[in-house]
């Protein structure tokens, strides 16, 4: 299986700053048709899981453009711009190139 | 506006079954991949099964393979998941969510299950 690791664990941010999420995978999720299948996900305090960026860098609808997300092969990033209160939460990673599917442990986002 | 909303869970002795339930709206049913995903209290997320659009292909990872069976009703815009055998490490709030091109873009609000005796 792909092992997904998200680094910080825990990241203490101060309203209006910046934050900087990573993603490694154990192999390549460049898929055999030339897509790269990671996507990233933030999860608010008692909600379910929402989209924010698929297939590295494309941000889904209404996310605004304070998130951006980078990367290839085994590395990815995802940035977040003038932190907002609305962006606290666990961020997670996911690969879905190869089956079965695998999430990165996730990433806290507070507040400093 | 896309809506799932999961329904079925509750507490469960080890070795019993259960049948979850997600009713889907807000888009044609019958046209998407489907999934479900789970979380373990204070723990990540676990992607638990897919299933194609008419239903006839079917995807798990091995710590469900065998025990769990998704399947779908496009009739009635449903999706389910059947968890035989339940161990207390299925206990989590299970997720349903919309699979399009390689993602999960849309998920339920989730319905918690718990093993015990």
């Known amino acids: 299986d792909v092992v997904m690791t998200q680094t910080p664990v825990s990241l203490p941010v101060s309203l209006g700053g910046q934050a900087s999420i990573s993603c490694r995978s154990s192999q390549s999720l460049v898929h055999s048709n030339g897509n790269t299948y990671l996507h990233w996900y933030l999860q608010k305090p008692g909600q379910s899981p929402q989209l924010l960026i698929y297939r590295v860098s494309n941000r889904f609808s209404g996310v605004p453009d304070r998130f951006s997300g980078s990367g290839s092969g085994t590395d990815f990033t995802l940035k977040i711009s003038r932190v907002e209160p609305e962006d606290l939460g666990d961020y997670y990673c996911l690969q879905s190139t190869h089956f079965p599917w695998t999430f990165g442990g996730g990433t806290k986002l507070e507040l400093k | 506006e896309v809506q799932l909303v999961e329904s079925g869970g509750g507490l469960v002795q080890p070795g019993r079954s259960l049948k979850l339930s997600c009713a889907a709206s807000g888009f044609t049913f019958s046209n998407y991949y489907m999934a479900w995903v789970r979380q373990a209290p204070k723990k990540g997320l676990e992607w638990v099964a897919t299933i194609s659009t008419s239903g006839s292909r079917t995807y798990y990872p091995d710590s469900v393979k065998g025990r769990f069976t998704i399947s779908r009703d496009n009739a009635k815009s449903s999706l389910y998941l059947q968890m035989n055998s339940l161990k207390s490490e299925d206990t989590a709030t299970y997720y349903c969510?919309?699979?399009?091109?390689?993602?999960?873009?849309?998920w339920g609000q989730g319905v918690m299950v718990t093993v015990s005796s």
């Open positions: 969510a919309r699979h399009t091109m390689g993602l999960l873009d849309y």
